[in-house]
């Protein structure tokens, strides 16, 4: 089933191909004239998005969140919080340009003052932001939002230099090669074998998978959550420690439907000597009940271990596609849920 010509019998959009540049579009992004914004006075930097395009700014934000001069907020809403000001920074994340809630939002942060940047391949934002003489930062059409994750990334840590301590663009380039050393062990054209995406798709196929993280790669564990729920068409679900062992540790070791559900643990080797103590006990605990896998890369920074994860949950999501027999291209609920709510407007 995972062989090259099964996946591309099932994969007629090439979404395999979408997977594999993530690298390519990082290193193109951020090889782009970069654009100074200065933080000034600015109480907040808001990330504003939906779905596919606001996951790049969940992945930025827990990056630098260390190192940033101010705090980064991603906003997945039609409003602003009542806290924001002119002074601060509202950077629209929208691929299409056309998403109702962030150019509401974009929309209110233009009559709040607020500076904005936008980064779209068009649409409505696009049109919205030169209107008001604002910074548009273009980004190559025809993908679905999903599959431009590393251009709008990229874009993030291109403008974003003064926001943070150390200029962010300077880790990117090891972590696009660490992308691209790993990338032939993931592609189709690789065995099981040798490639962990197809066999931790193989052994969750049965399963609903639960993927869980601590800061900062609770924002890679929500991508694999996402790209398994757009992909692959299956029930995921993400989760944060160590939260999480406050109240859903209590299900995995008592519910006897534990089994039927797979936690996914991606880990890291610069965890605190706490969080590694506490999660080396959850996993014995949850070990009793149910299959634990935990994952890891090998990158040589923390970018490099993060964008390794997401890239192994996005092949994931990919092959698990290919064992359900889905395209993991088309997202028919999502394109009816669109019309309904703009047929809706209309008549209202």
């Known amino acids: 089933m995972l062989e090259p010509r099964a996946v591309a019998q099932l994969d007629p959009g090439r979404m395999r191909d979408i997977i594999a540049s993530l690298p390519d579009q990082i290193a193109a992004a951020t090889r782009a004239r970069a654009t100074h914004f200065a933080v000034d006075e600015a109480q907040r930097i808001f990330l504003v998005g939906m779905g596919g395009s606001a996951i790049a700014g969940d992945v930025f934000a827990a990056w630098v969140a260390d190192r940033s001069k101010v705090p980064i907020q991603v906003v997945r809403d039609y409003h602003l919080p009542s806290y924001a000001r002119s002074e601060d920074i509202l950077v629209a994340l929208s691929y299409s340009g056309n998403t109702e809630e962030t150019l ?3 929309a209110q942060g233009i009559k709040l003052e607020c500076r904005v940047i936008a980064i779209t391949s068009g649409g ?11 910074s548009v930062f273009d980004v190559p059409t025809g993908l679905p939002p999903r599959g431009a994750f590393g251009h709008l990334f990229g874009i993030l840590a291109a403008i974003s230099r003064d926001w943070t301590y150390s200029d962010p663009r300077g880790e990117l380039d090891e972590a696009v090669a660490h992308l691209r050393s790993i990338r032939t062990k993931l592609r189709p054209e690789s065995g099981m074998r040798s490639n962990r995406a197809k066999a931790l798709a193989v052994r969750i196929r049965a399963t609903v998978p ?5 800061p900062p790669f609770s924002a890679v564990a929500r991508r694999w959550q996402t790209q398994l729920n757009e992909n692959s068409k299956v029930l995921a679900f993400s989760s944060t420690f160590p939260e999480a062992d406050h109240n859903e540790l209590v299900g995995w070791v008592e519910d006897p439907r534990a089994r039927s559900h797979r936690p996914i643990l991606l880990r890291d080797r610069d965890e605190s000597t706490a ?9 014995s605990l949850i070990a009793r009940k149910t299959k634990v896998e935990e994952i890891r890369d090998d990158g040589p920074t923390l970018v490099s271990r993060m ?3 997401l890239f192994l949950g996005d092949y994931v999501s990919l092959y698990l596609a290919v064992l359900r027999r889905v395209d993991p291209m088309v997202l028919k609920p999502i394109v009816a849920l669109k019309q309904k709510l703009a047929a809706a407007r209309r008549k209202s």
């Open 307 to 309: 964008l390794g994860t």
């Open 104 to 106: 509401a939002a974009t």
């Open 124 to 134: 409505m934002l696009a049109d919205l932001a030169r209107k008001s003489d604002f």
């Open 210 to 214: 639960i993927i869980y993280a601590a």
């Open 275 to 283: 969080m590694r103590r506490q999660l080396d006990i959850t996993v």
